[in-house]
């Protein structure tokens, strides 16, 4: 029986390019499960009903498992001694790697739903090609984060239709969100120099593969909405792929850093 080689043997495969690349993608990937989750907790006990208020710590739970598992791994890959706590809470706002979309305010519970729709309608299909990365590591997060994906799609998207073909007001507000943020969701697809380079190594998945998926399930969801769909020619914002954040980062960070700032090394 073959033995199964060892994490620090695995990554001593990769060449130091390809590793130093791997390591800027999955910390981009950790940054913004991270910075969703976080998002998420600010409506614990502010829900519009406690059923949704659950449902949405329940689903920044299962991104904050998601970033944990990979901080782990860009820890071993920068192989500089540092810990998942250290990449999460000891870096400055233009070390983070997330995409703007998933650092804008909450709003309304129908900003936060569009916001969370259009990172759900990117995030299960590329979980689903991620699955099959020859990285094991990649594969095997992908493998346990991609059920719970399937799960924030399917209650977003419900969410969307019910806003869309509910009240004038509910119309109203998914309208004004989506108009909002329609602009920061082609980031999430606009590949970095990183990103080009593990995808022409097929690494990760080419985001062109996972375009004709999200378009049907944009679609359809728009259509049970009864929602016009967005004008492709919108101005798109990007940047925070590379460093370049809004002013609203710096809030979340300062909030979320401070524990582990004021009381430097403290554990449970």
């Not at 820890?75 to 650092?103: H, I, K, M, Q, S």
């Not at 709003?107 to 990117?122: K, Y």
């Not at 099959?132 to 991609?146: C, F, H, Q, Y």
Request: aromatic fraction near 10%.
């Amino acid at each position: 029986m073959q033995a199964v080689p060892s994490e620090s043997a695995a990554l001593a495969t990769y060449p130091a390019e390809v590793r130093q690349q791997l390591f800027q993608y999955v910390l981009q990937l950790a940054d913004t499960s991270l910075i969703l989750g976080h998002r998420l907790s600010e409506w614990c006990g502010h829900g519009p009903i406690l059923e949704q208020d659950l449902a949405m710590a329940n689903i920044a739970l299962d991104l904050l498992g998601e970033t944990r598992s990979l901080y782990q791994y860009a820890a071993e890959l920068e192989g500089l001694g540092r810990t998942e706590d250290d990449l999460a809470y000891l870096r400055a706002a233009v070390e983070y790697r997330n995409p703007l979309l998933v650092e804008q305010p909450n709003g309304d519970f129908a900003h936060t739903i569009v916001r969370q729709f259009l990172f759900d309608n990117f995030h299960y299909p590329f979980l689903q090609q991620l699955k099959s990365s020859p990285d094991e590591r990649l594969a095997g997060i992908a493998e346990k984060a991609v059920k719970e994906a399937a799960y924030h799609l399917k209650w977003s998207s419900e969410w969307i239709i019910r806003l869309g073909d509910g009240t004038p007001e509910s119309r109203q507000r998914v309208e004004k969100a989506i108009a909002s943020l329609w602009r920061y969701a082609a980031e999430l697809t606009t590949p970095t120099t990183a990103e080009k380079a593990l995808q022409a190594a097929c690494i990760i998945p080419d985001y062109a593969t996972l375009q004709p998926a999200m378009a049907a399930h944009l679609a359809h969801v728009l259509e049970e909405a009864t929602l016009p769909t967005p004008p492709a020619s919108t101005f798109a914002l990007a940047g925070g792929k590379q460093g370049r954040h809004s002013e609203h980062l710096g809030y979340i960070l300062t909030e979320l850093q401070y524990v582990q700032r004021a009381y430097p090394g403290l554990t449970w």
